[in-house]
């Protein structure tokens, strides 16, 4: 199936991925720019993960339920790539603001952005603190668990609750039987038999957690799941009661979207309100409606049932239960055009090292959805260390030509859940959903690259030896990348023999030492591959990197000068404007930054010479150099004659005339930066 991606239309745009297949068979694998790679390291702490792109600023914002710090509920982690993450400080709700109606067990956070009203909605949830007689109906409710929702004017937040409650939504399932009325005061051990589950009152207010929006043709569905307290089931296969947990739905009203103040509470559609209510119930007495996605009496799979012997595996400590949870939503298109939806869903305890990802797919996002044969599509393989996978959001690449899904999972089954990011493939002609779980190399999702390497300052000057420089690296969208995670780094390197040591941190290095004339200090993007450490970004077969001129400058020249000679130790040029040639002594160096020199520059036997950028309007002629010889994103009016010298490069120069090299040690090297010759290349300069 060929794939094209577009966005969303309308109100659309804030979160579904609209997929359009145009054939059948597999999309051919867009060529990747570099040859870089990540895996799954899973160093974050992280749970139930949902990521956003910002289109502002290009980068992605996940926000878990895990690795907040004390005082805060939700972390967020930024990346540009979608691979490579930070953790901003602090958290996504401040939980001493004075607006928390949530007591604990706040989980499953998910952000949407409103483009046209600038505001970032945080959906979540939490167990009630107050009125829980009220909103449940018995005071000892288990787990009164509710949604909220918060606002910011940035995906970093801070995010403030809109209100200091819950959404106005009261689920009623007035045909269950409340079993645990008849159970005893730990909950855990329901009636042996249907009769006697059959003889329990009829009704319970459901608790909710795990929301998911999806923006479709104008509706505003709420998926989330009804937790698996007060909800047993019995099997009739097995012959007993299971208590599960089940995906269900309801619609909302769009005035809260459309709020340019950010100020108005999610509603459900007035068709849900009361649907569930009898006409013989005492008034002011809520009872919701919902629509049924996800249960497993529905649609059963053996692959489900990790946990239903639970209770006699434990000796009484845990209960029969089931879990269907963690929904996200997307839409694809066939190529008639036709609308299919995906719900992925997580099945089986968080905890429990068996918990799944499994999918379903529908014509209409409210059901009927049936489960795929193919289920489950992640889940853990211990040959690779990885346990746990679930409860993920899915999001495209930079460039939106592929899908993935951002999870959770954990390295060990003993150690706390982590951030997990695996390619994701649909195929919605033949309802096909695939997700690659996996802790080995993969290439970085597509249109993250070009990478650049960018230095906060053109040289590195020396003074009482010692050096400074800072530096960042830009994705294709100009965001820079997290150089403080260990999955990349840029590695500074001195010329080979130099003598200068170099103290690096993530983002920047203080040299020490003594630069014979002009030195090259490289900085090299690296990322980590499994096994192998640091290895270097290549693009179009040339390390992603940039060149920087190390120099203790004896003199600095700017501004308007006239004809010069370098007789000794090193000039440095910069913004200068030259009115006549530069001649450059046997040993001294000569360093020529953003400069115009209306003559020529004539080195016999420098120590260095080093020219970037501007312009030198006659030739440039270096002979017997035994240091750094440069020309750099320059433009020389005339010819360029390189002979004898060490290792010259020529990057990315225009030059009127011809070039010509002879006995250099190294024959001159471009790095990959074309250049532009009017005249002939004659010797080793024949491939420049």
């Known amino acids: 199936m060929s794939v094209r991606w577009s966005r969303v239309r309308g109100i659309l745009f804030a979160l579904p991925i609209l997929l359009a297949s145009a054939a059948h068979g597999a999309a051919a694998e867009p060529r990747p720019v570099s040859d870089a790679t990540y895996f799954n390291d899973a160093a974050l702490p992280a749970a139930d993960p949902f990521v956003l792109r910002d289109e502002g600023s290009g980068d992605y914002f996940a926000y878990s339920t895990d690795g907040a710090d004390p005082g805060f509920a939700f972390a967020i982690y930024r990346s540009p790539d979608l691979v490579t993450w930070q953790r901003i400080p602090g958290g996504a709700l401040d939980l001493g603001d004075g607006t928390q109606w949530g007591r604990d067990w706040f989980w499953a956070p998910e952000v949407y952005h409103n483009p046209v009203t600038g505001r970032y909605f945080l959906f979540y949830s939490a167990r009630l603190r107050d009125g829980i007689a009220e909103q449940f109906g018995f005071a000892d409710f288990e787990e009164p668990s509710k949604v909220g929702v918060a606002v910011a004017d940035s995906p970093a937040g801070p995010f403030r609750n809109i209100a200091p409650g819950p959404i106005d939504y009261h689920p009623y399932d007035p045909d269950y039987h409340d079993v645990n009325l008849l159970m005893d005061a730990e909950q855990k051990k329901p009636p042996e038999t249907l009769e006697e589950g059959l003889t329990a009152p009829l009704g319970t207010y459901i608790p909710f957690i ?60 007035p068709g849900y309100v009361d649907a569930n209510r009898d006409p013989a119930d005492p008034p002011g007495v809520r009872k919701d409606g919902y629509r049924s996605i996800i249960d497993y009496g529905s649609d059963p799979q053996q692959w489900e049932n990790a946990h239903v012997d639970d209770y006699a595996k434990t000796r009484g400590r845990e209960k029969n239960r089931r879990w269907s949870e ?295 002629r270096v002979r017997g150099s035994a240091g750094v010889v440069r020309l750099d994103g320059t433009e020389v009016g005339a010819s360029v004659v390189l002979l004898g010298n060490a290792a010259p490069v020529v990057a990315g120069t225009s030059i009127g005339g011809g070039v010509r090299c002879r006995g250099n040690a190294v024959a001159p090297v471009d790095e990959g930066r074309a250049n532009s010759v009017t005249g002939s290349k004659l010797g080793e300069c024949g491939e420049l």
Request: glycine share 10%; hydrophobic share 40%; charged share 20%.
């Open 326 to 620: 963690g929904s996200t939503v997307v839409r694809a298109t066939t190529r008639e055009g036709k609308a299919r939806y995906f719900l992925t869903y997580s099945a089986n305890n968080f905890a429990n090292s068996f918990y799944g990802v499994g999918y379903a797919v529908a014509d209409d996002p409210l059901g009927p959805w049936r489960k795929s044969p193919a289920n489950p599509v992640l889940a853990q393989d211990a040959t690779q260390g990885l346990f746990s996978t679930g409860h993920g959001s899915v999001i495209a690449s930079p460039d939106s030509s592929e899908l993935y899904y951002v999870h959770h999972g954990r390295p060990s089954p003993e150690v706390e859940r982590r951030l997990y990011t695996s390619r994701l493939r649909l195929d919605a002609d033949r309802d096909a959903l695939r997700i690659d779980g996996t802790t080995a190399d993969r290439p970085v999702p597509s249109g993250v690259a070009p990478y650049a390497v960018r230095a906060d300052r053109p040289v590195v000057e020396v003074r009482d030896g010692v050096g400074e420089v800072g530096w960042r690296v830009d994705t294709a969208s100009g965001s820079p990348m997290p150089l403080g995670n260990p999955l990349n780094r840029v590695l500074p390197q001195p010329d080979p023999g130099s003598a200068l040591q170099v103290e690096a941190s993530a983002d920047g290095a203080v040299l020490r030492g003594a630069p014979r004339g002009v030195e090259a200090l490289r900085l090299t993007y690296q990322r980590a591959r499994t096994g192998a450490g640091q290895v270097d970004v290549h693009q179009g077969g040339v390390p992603v990197r940039a060149v920087v001129p190390v120099a203790a400058c004896t003199r600095t020249l700017s501004g308007p000068q006239d004809e010069l000679v370098v007789s000794e130790g090193v000039t440095c040029l910069r913004g200068a404007q030259v009115r006549g040639s530069v001649r450059v002594a046997p040993g001294a160096s000569l360093l020529v930054l953003d400069s115009a020199v209306e003559g020529a520059v004539l080195a016999d036997a420098p120590g260095s010479v080093w020219v970037s950028g501007g312009r030198i309007a006659g030739s440039v």
């Open 210 to 269: 795990d929301p998911n929006v999806f923006f479709d043709d104008g509706r505003i569905i709420l998926f989330y799941s009804r937790n698996a307290y007060r909800n047993w089931v019995w099997d009739h296969d097995l012959g007993k009661y299971v208590e599960e947990s089940n995906v269900l739905a309801v619609e909302l009203t769009s005035e809260w979207w459309d709020d340019p103040a950010g100020s108005t509470m999610p509603r459900v559609a």
